[in-house]
């Protein structure tokens, strides 16, 4: 019985040990398995940091972009729009070249600003009451909104301009569309760079015509108008869509070019043609 009741409480002693070894081995396991677990959330922490600075930091920079370039770009080109619409509108000379542009491609889409032949009279006789009333556009409300727009373009086209990339850009326009005539180029820059030419030329003219000299009234630099509009359109509601992305509360409006529109009005009055000259019967109607 004591023999039986010694090796009993032999038994208890080695299952105690056998427990305390299995706690022990229980804490170490633990331990280590609370250590990987630390260190997995250690690089989720990390990981979950860098995506945040990398979209405070896309944030940050969009926000630039949106107060120091593209927004105030978009605002002022889209003004210099209307400006210019409003002043043909008024003065009878129409936009035809530019309805002619929608539908062309290549060199066709570069093209001066108003309609040679309607600016002629103004060469002729420049003392006139019409002469004088698109000097005074020019001089007072174009010139200063051109100026804005060239500063912007000189000052962040290389920093804050997200432009799409060639691939992109020759997807969306063939290859002669897009080429500078001037120098051959079809960077996306060359759009914006010749724009700025365009308004160089212009300060040159408006400076003439303080000396009394009008025998020119536009640059004859060529600008691709309709395909710069795109381009800056495209500027901004890229910056507003990633802007959307990081912020919430940011609506996005997009500027959609209707490039339909035109084609069908054409197939209404069965060509270009005839679809400006209905244009040309309202204006001098």
């Known amino acids: 019985m004591q023999e039986e009741c010694s090796k009993f409480a032999m038994d208890g002693e080695t299952l105690a040990v056998i427990l305390g070894l299995l706690t ?13 677990q630390d260190k997995i959330d250690e690089v989720e922490s990390e990981k979950k940091k860098a995506v945040e600075l990398d979209r405070d930091q896309a944030l940050e920079r969009v926000r630039i972009q ?37 539908e062309s491609k290549g060199l066709a889409h570069w093209f001066v600003l108003f309609d040679p032949d309607s600016l002629q009279p ?14 005074n556009c020019i001089s007072r409300s174009i010139k200063q909104l051109y100026t804005r727009i060239r500063e ?14 060639q691939e992109e850009w020759l997807l969306k ?77 940011v609506k996005v409006h997009r500027n959609i070019l209707n490039r339909d529109a035109v084609s069908q009005m054409t197939r209404r009055f069965g060509s270009t043609d005839e679809m400006l000259n209905f244009f040309d019967e309202i204006k001098t109607a």
């Open 24 to 36: 022990v081995i229980g804490s170490v396991i633990t331990y280590f398995i609370q250590r990987r």
């Open 66 to 102: 949106m107060s120091g370039f593209v927004g105030p770009l978009h605002r002022l080109w889209k003004t210099q729009s209307v400006v210019t619409r409003s002043y043909t509108k008024q003065a009878g000379h129409g936009m035809f070249h530019f309805v002619k542009a929608v």
């Open 122 to 135: 103004f060469i002729d006789n420049p003392d006139s009451f019409e002469a004088q009333l698109y000097r």
């Open 152 to 165: 912007l373009v000189l000052m962040h086209g290389s920093d804050l301009a997200d432009m799409p990339t």
């Open 173 to 249: 326009y063939d290859r002669e569309s897009v080429t500078s005539p001037f120098n051959g180029s079809l960077n996306v820059n060359v759009i914006l760079d010749t724009y700025v030419a365009w308004t160089l030329e212009f300060d040159d003219i408006v400076e003439s015509w303080g000396e009394n000299d009008f025998r020119r009234m536009q640059p004859n630099t060529v600008v691709a108008w309709l395909i710069a509009n795109d381009l800056i359109d495209q500027l901004y509601d890229n910056a507003k869509m990633k802007e959307a992305k990081y912020n919430k509360h």
